[in-house]
């Protein structure tokens, strides 16, 4: 299994991106999707996160920012970010719990960068 995320980029305060993650591969299902992000200097934290039945949890800087979705049909997940700031800047990572076989395990994205001037 494999996961592609894309859709960072360069924004200014207050703008807006949506991020999007997709899986390929062969013979497997997704549990909960998630999006953690790494600023320079410190640790990786989830943003948010999504569960296979739609239930969602997000770190309290991003609420009523940010809003993740999912589209199971596509084994895809989104972040829509909205209203960003300076400090929203981080390369964006997505994680996906993945039962392949009798194997259950966690997959990630490449990481995309999102940085957010001011």
């Known amino acids: 299994v494999q996961l592609q995320a894309s859709g960072g980029g360069l924004v200014q305060a207050g703008g807006s991106l949506r991020l999007s993650c997709a899986a390929s591969g062969s013979r497997f299902s997704i549990n909960t999707m998630g999006w953690y992000r790494q600023a320079p200097g410190k640790q990786r934290e989830l943003v948010a996160s999504?569960?296979?039945?739609?239930?969602?949890n997000y770190t309290e800087s991003v609420k009523g920012r940010f809003t993740i979705s999912r589209d199971n049909a596509k084994n895809t997940v989104y972040l829509q970010m909205n209203s960003l700031k300076p400090e929203d800047t981080a390369v964006y990572y997505c994680?996906?719990?993945?039962?392949?076989?009798?194997?259950?395990?966690?997959?990630w994205g490449q990481g995309t960068l999102v940085t957010v001037s001011s």
């Open positions: 994680t996906m719990k993945v039962l392949s076989g009798f194997t259950l395990g966690d997959y």
């Open positions: 999504i569960t296979l039945g739609g239930s969602t």
